[in-house]
């Protein structure tokens, strides 16, 4: 079993599934005792999908049409 | 020596048409997408709207050297960080980026430690707004920056961040480890004001 600091270094590996299957059992084991590393790796999580959200800005309908416009086929 | 009668030319002619309002098409279909990446990889609506524009002229006139049935989308992130390139933006170095570095549970860290413990159910939102999201990440060295953008705002796979960028997939994921903790390190620097 892992310590928090250990823990801590597995984060974005375990998230994006780059970790050895007996590294995530070892990061699975710490997380099952430590309440506060299971809240950081879940606060984490949710961070990833609220970046995207927030950073995902819709484009103007002016743009869209002025991409239109460069059509060379029309 | 074959000769080429109205007839085929006139096919081919035709059949080049199509193929073409189709590429448009399909590019047109992909714009809000390429727009969501090149938003961030600069740092102005204005700029992005630009190179956006600047992209999809060049794509369009040179539409053939696409090859029907790779990844369009790729291609016109291609194109466009070329374009973005082009324009002399200026390469950061690295060694400076350590100091703006911290540990990934930095960030979780200080809210924790400024407004008590973050159950499951409470929602990030309720402690970091919108904009001090997207202002954390303006503040991101851009070689950082992309590779964040493309891989976790425009869900680009690594071997396709790489593709875009013209780096190998190894640099794409130390970047997007490195980036995603300098992310929150500037997060944290917003959101928590005595950090």
Request: net charge negative.
């Amino acid at each position: 079993m892992c310590n928090c600091e250990e823990c801590e270094q597995f984060l974005q590996p375990y998230l994006d599934r780059q970790l050895t299957e007996a590294e995530v059992l070892e990061a699975e084991s710490h997380l099952d005792e430590c309440s506060y590393c299971r809240r950081a790796y879940h606060f984490e999580e949710r961070l990833r999908m609220y970046v995207r959200r927030a950073a995902s800005e819709p484009m103007s309908i002016e743009l869209k049409r002025k991409l239109a416009a460069l059509r060379i086929s029309l | 020596m074959s000769e080429i009668t109205p007839d085929t030319d006139a096919r081919r002619i035709a059949r080049e048409a199509r193929d073409r309002v189709r590429f448009e098409e399909e590019a047109l279909d992909l714009a809000d997408q390429v727009y969501r990446v090149a938003r961030h990889m600069v740092n102005s609506r204005e700029e992005a709207e630009d190179l956006v524009q600047e992209a999809y002229a060049r794509a369009f006139r040179s539409w053939k050297q696409f090859t029907p049935g790779t990844n369009l989308r790729a291609w016109l992130l291609r194109i466009l960080t070329n374009i973005n390139i082009d324009r002399g933006r200026k390469i950061q170095r690295t060694p400076d980026v350590q100091s703006l570095e911290a540990g990934d549970y930095y960030l979780f860290e200080k809210l924790e430690d400024s407004g008590g413990e973050i159950t499951d159910e409470e929602r990030v939102d309720e402690r970091l707004s919108q904009d001090s999201i997207v202002e954390a990440l303006s503040a991101v060295p851009h070689d950082f920056r992309d590779v964040i953008v493309l891989v976790d705002i425009g869900d680009f796979s690594y071997a396709e961040a790489a593709q875009i960028l013209d780096i190998p997939v190894g640099t794409v994921m130390s970047r997007l480890h490195r980036g995603r903790r300098i992310l929150k390190r500037q997060l944290a620097e917003e959101a928590v004001p005595d950090v």
